[in-house]
């Protein structure tokens, strides 16, 4: 899949239209718009178990319709879907190359993955993702605004070769005291704070991405799949492998053992 950029895209949400005409939807798509509208305030209110009912609801009432053609419906409409949550990750101010990672990994799963066994597990994990990502968008509210900017920069730059000494040098503070206001403030170190953003990210392209496991490795920076492997089983209970294989598992989610709301 290389043409997975915006014109292949739109293309996409196009012939999605077309197809619904085609199949007698379009009576229902001011309903499918609305409970569109209730999916996005869901995600963006972080109510994931609502996020997931709605968008269950959106494919039941496609598939209904569609009936012999619903695969081919549905397939369209997780393509529309991923150019519109795109669009309000890059209206989140999410940096562009992750918005792009977002949309390529989408189209893929969607047309060389997906069957029919799978249209409410992609939607559940689509949810989680969108809602994944903007999460990383909120300030923290812990008592220290460098320690607030810092988790905001690790965010934006997880996927380049980031150290504590760089993250030092962009705030103009030594290492040992943003080390030491850093861990006084959430309850964790620095470093493994940067190996748990790492693992986070890894997941989604370890579940929706054909790439290599030591590729993804080597695209976060870890110093080799050994080590990978080791730090992504004390985080999730799983190897890279297990996880990629087994889709039943719940993706990891860190919370900090300790925030609080004085800023």
């Known amino acids: 899949m290389q043409r997975t950029d915006k014109t292949f895209l739109e293309h996409f949400s196009k012939y999605y239209i077309k197809e619904l005409n085609s199949m007698d939807l379009v009576g229902g798509l001011d309903q499918l718009y ?13 109510e994931i178990e609502n996020a997931k009912k709605t968008l269950r609801e959106i ?5 209904t319709r569609a009936g012999k053609h619903m695969i081919l419906a549905v397939k369209y409409y997780y393509i529309q879907l991923s150019a519109v949550m795109a669009r309000k990750l890059y209206e989140c101010q999410v940096p562009a190359d992750k918005v792009s990672a977002f949309s390529v990994s989408s189209v893929e799963v969607i047309e060389l993955k997906m069957s029919d066994a799978q249209f409410l597990q992609y939607a559940d994990e689509l949810v989680e993702f969108f809602v994944m990502v903007i999460t990383e968008r909120k300030k923290p509210s812990f008592g220290h605004q460098t320690v607030n900017k810092v988790i905001l920069f690790i965010n934006d730059q997880i996927e380049t070769d980031l150290t504590v000494e760089d993250i030092a040098k962009h705030f103009r503070i030594s290492t040992s005291h943003l080390s030491r206001i ?3 403030h959430t309850g964790v170190t620095l470093v493994e704070y940067l190996n ?3 693992i986070e990210e890894c997941q989604y392209f370890l579940r929706h991405t054909n790439k290599g496991i030591a590729d993804i490795s080597d695209s976060f ?3 080799n799949q050994s080590y990978f492997t080791r730090i992504f089983k ?3 209970g799983l ?3 297990q996880f ?14 300790k925030e609080n709301k004085t800023i």
Not at 34 to 46: G, H, I, Q, T, V
Not at 59 to 63: A, L, V
Request: glycine content about 0%.
């Open 34 to 46: 609305e409970l569109e509208n209730k999916l996005f305030l869901d995600m963006y209110a972080f």
């Open 59 to 63: 494919i039941e009432k496609i598939i």
């Open 221 to 223: 920076h870890f110093c």
């Open 239 to 241: 190897t890279p492998k």
């Open 234 to 236: 004390k985080y999730t």
């Open 196 to 198: 748990i953003r790492k």
């Open 182 to 184: 850093f861990r006084e």
């Open 244 to 257: 990629r294989d087994h889709q039943e598992y719940a993706n990891f989610k860190y919370n900090f053992p």
